[in-house]
């Protein structure tokens, strides 16, 4: 299981002392087994509905796919420059605005604002399936670019609020794993609504779909909760504890964290955002491409439109169950680093032999491998990132610039299937490839310097000078504070006594 050893660096003064430390003093003691029922508690509260909002948004955002197999190109008079350029403009808003939203969700309340977020976005969803020309369909693009941004990276950071680094993985997983039930639930609903009688079309696909995710947002006012210190649903005893042994996890911030301008300057001085950003490009980048093209990669292997669709489904449904399942894994051994290497090589794997293919059952075969990587891999990356931020509002910030920058190359791999590469694209599947080598190479460089990182404080280099304690690996320029509680707050995972997760 993956804690924080505070009280193992034995070379570190300040650790030995701050594993006594706790921001909260109750007595709210709690036996294991009622521990599980809280933690059955929160995960039947927060969890299920943030799947399913993100089960739409990732619907949502994906059906332009679908609905070009049943003529929108044709109906509004567009090619297929004009139809990758509307895929992109998508990713600008999007990816530029999630540092600031998450900033203001920790500001404001998440029932609050990822409510907000999603009504709007339903509006703008809905508004696709009035389209006349490609004005029109740039313009609701960029709209759904500004009202989706944030929802990931602000659910991300949500779930980090709630659960030790160790539960992390799991609950991300099984979040996360809606996306891919999204991409077979839009196969069979594109296929369904196409088919209608009287109703069938690409323009009932984003109507349908809009007016739904209007319906869930306006509930999710009333159903979602704010953070453990304010959760109706847990008893006064049940909220202290879980922000004690959230702190006791080293996520000192658990019980509330003023705003302070120096938080995000902490995060945009931190190494570890800048490699957290080339991970999440070396996945954000197949991510999109894999989920917009895969119906058109799949009709171009010789299959129709309502065809691709439904083969579509059993892909995304063998993803959701890896997605799950690696999720969990990732929790019980601890250790995120080599699953990320396993999964980017078997990603590498993957593009190789849909590059060198000339069988669309090959190729077809090779879709499930790169399904296999591709999407267990995100929440794995999420964990590892997350867990190693201390900091609620730098926590906050760093998840916001990675994932934001991992959705602006969506923006680069939204243009990289030409009609001109049907049926094998070549190019874009080696576009892909280059992402995925860039993401394991970041993957290796975070994990050595987390490791070397560790060792160095085991070492006591990395001590602070704490007023009234003897420490002769204290330095003043790693801070003097007045307690180790100081320290703690001010310097978070740049305390010594933090250990970072491999």
């Known amino acids: ?14 650790t030995m002392q701050g594993s006594k430390a706790s921001t909260v003093s109750s007595g709210a003691d709690i036996s294991i087994a009622h521990e599980r029922a809280i933690l059955r508690k929160i995960d039947l509260h927060v969890i299920p509905w943030l799947a399913l909002l993100y089960l739409l948004n990732f619907l949502d955002r994906g059906s332009i796919g679908n609905a070009k197999l049943y003529g929108l190109e044709e109906d509004i008079g567009i090619d297929d420059r004009q139809y990758l350029n509307a895929l992109t403009v998508f990713f600008f808003p999007y990816a530029l605005l999630e540092p600031a939203s998450n900033v203001i969700l920790r500001r404001l309340k998440p029932s609050i604002w990822l409510s907000s977020m999603m009504l709007a976005w339903g509006v ?14 740039v313009t609701v693009r960029v ?15 949500y779930i980090s609020s709630w659960y030790k680094r160790s539960e992390m993985g799991s ?36 109507i349908l779909e809009g007016l739904a995710t209007v319906v869930v947002g306006v509930m999710s006012f009333w159903i979602i ?8 649903f847990l008893t006064e005893q049940e909220r202290v504890y879980v922000i004690r042994r959230l702190q006791d996890d080293m996520k000192l911030s658990a019980g509330g964290e003023a705003f302070k301008k120096g938080y995000i300057w902490q995060s945009l001085k931190d190494w570890k955002t800048w490699i957290a950003m080339g991970i999440y490009m070396g996945f954000d980048g197949p991510l999109y491409a894999f989920s917009l093209f895969t ?13 691709a669709n439904l083969l579509s489904v059993p892909v995304y449904a063998w ?37 060198a293919s000339k069988s669309p059952a090959l190729s077809y075969f090779a879709v499930y491998l790169a399904v296999s990587a591709i999407y267990p891999i995100i929440p794995n990356s999420v964990a590892w990132v997350a867990s190693n931020v201390e900091g609620a509002y730098k926590r906050s910030v760093t998840l916001g610039m990675a994932i934001g920058f991992g959705n602006i190359n969506g923006a680069v791999t939204a243009n990289i299937y030409r009609a001109q590469d049907i049926p094998w694209y070549r190019l874009g599947h080696g576009i892909v490839l280059a992402y995925i ?23 006591g280099e990395r001590d602070e000078i704490i007023e009234g304690i003897d420490n002769d690996h204290a330095h003043e320029r790693n801070g003097i504070f007045k307690s180790i509680e100081e320290a703690k707050t001010v310097k978070g995972d740049d305390w010594s006594g933090f250990r970072y997760t491999l």
């Not at 169950?321 to 078997?346: H, P």
Request: proline share 2%.
């Open 1 to 14: 299981m993956v804690v924080a050893e505070s009280s193992s660096a034995d070379s570190s003064g300040n």
């Open 124 to 137: 703008v969803m809905t508004c696709h399936g009035l389209i006349k020309d490609y004005g029109g369909l």
């Open 143 to 157: 709209l759904l670019g500004v009202t989706e941004a944030g929802l990931y990276p602000g659910i991300v950071f």
């Open 171 to 206: 609950r991300v997983a099984f979040f996360f794993s809606s996306a891919t039930v999204a991409g077979a639930f839009s196969g069979l609903l594109a296929a369904a609504i196409a088919n209608m009688d009287g109703v069938g079309g690409w323009e009932w696909i984003f």
């Open 225 to 232: 909760q704010d953070f453990p210190d304010t959760a109706k």
């Open 295 to 307: 119906p058109s990669i799949i009709s171009q292997l010789g299959f129709r439109a309502t065809q």
């Open 319 to 355: 993803g959701c169950i890896l997605t799950c399942v690696i999720g969990v894994l990732g929790d019980r051994i601890g250790s995120r680093s080599y699953i990320n290497f396993t999964l980017f090589a078997v990603g590498l794997i993957a593009y190789a032999i849909l590059i």
């Open 437 to 459: 080598g860039f993401g394991l190479t970041c993957s290796l460089l975070y994990a050595v310097l987390l490791k070397q990182e560790n060792a160095r404080r085991d070492r």
